[in-house]
């Protein structure tokens, strides 16, 4: 399973744009690349998933370079409510192994 | 609500207690994983099942815990012999399979060993 790696914390204000990059480079070629979101006392929630270049729907963006070694997870115009801790997971639901691996993930503090 | 339902959503047991959680995952979904999360630590991978066969469990998992998931629906979680470390929340996912990665989880049961 490829490992990910995230910045432990990142803070930002309200209105603004927030991107958060996450490492995977030995990302194997099946791999997909999937974002969660988990706030206080409940269970993670999905925001995006992508395979390569540019993925967009309703609540963020993922940017993912040709080598797909990382990738950036972008949120537009951040709100108060946005504070949470955002998970990337890398790995392919068509391999039996697929565990759904989490790691720390990174802390979005959102200031008024 | 067709989400992942878990229940209870609170227990709270004394130390040597068995408990036992159950996960009602969304209908037809084949993949169902249950999960430990401790206080600021990103889910902790226990177990998980497709359908009614359990694919892996986590070698940090004690002998204590076993899981089940009959007939491919809903599925259990026991702990047996509870310590006051087993003390967290117990997460479960159901997820299509396939290339979409998309998991749904439940709100969880939150776990007190006193």
């Known amino acids: 399973l490829a490992k990910t790696t995230q910045p432990i914390s990142m803070d930002s204000y309200e209105g603004q744009e927030v991107n958060i990059t996450c490492s995977h480079n030995?990302?194997?070629?099946?791999?997909?690349i999937t974002w969660y979101q988990q706030f206080p006392s409940q269970g993670p929630r999905f925001i995006i998933q992508?395979?390569?270049t540019k993925v967009t729907n309703e609540v963020a963006s993922l940017f993912i370079p040709a080598d797909r070694k990382s990738s950036t997870l972008s949120l537009p115009r951040v709100s108060l409510s946005d504070t949470a801790v955002y998970y990337c997971?890398?790995?392919?639901?068509?391999?039996?192994?697929?565990?759904?691996?989490f790691g720390s993930g990174t802390r979005l503090l959102v200031r008024p | 609500d067709t989400g992942v339902s878990q229940d209870p959503r609170h227990k709270i047991t004394k130390r040597g207690q068995n408990v036992t959680f159950r996960c009602d995952p969304i209908?037809?979904?084949?993949?169902l994983y249950w999960y430990r999360q401790t206080l600021g630590q990103g889910p902790e991978f226990l177990t998980y099942?497709?359908?009614?066969?359990?694919?892996?469990k986590s070698r940090l998992l004690s002998d204590r815990f076993s899981a089940e998931r009959p007939k491919g629906s809903f599925s259990t979680l026991e702990i047996q012999r509870t310590e006051q470390g087993d003390s967290a929340m117990y997460l479960c996912?159901?997820?299509?399979?396939?290339?979409?990665?998309?998991?749904?989880f439940g709100q969880g049961t939150r776990l007190t060993v006193v």
């Open positions: 996912a159901s997820s299509k399979g396939g290339d979409n990665t998309e998991a749904f």
């Open positions: 030995n990302i194997a070629t099946n791999d997909y």
């Open positions: 992508g395979y390569k």
């Open positions: 997971l890398v790995g392919s639901s068509g391999d039996s192994s697929y565990k759904l691996i």
């Open positions: 209908s037809e979904h084949n993949r």
């Open positions: 099942f497709q359908n009614e066969a359990q694919l892996e």
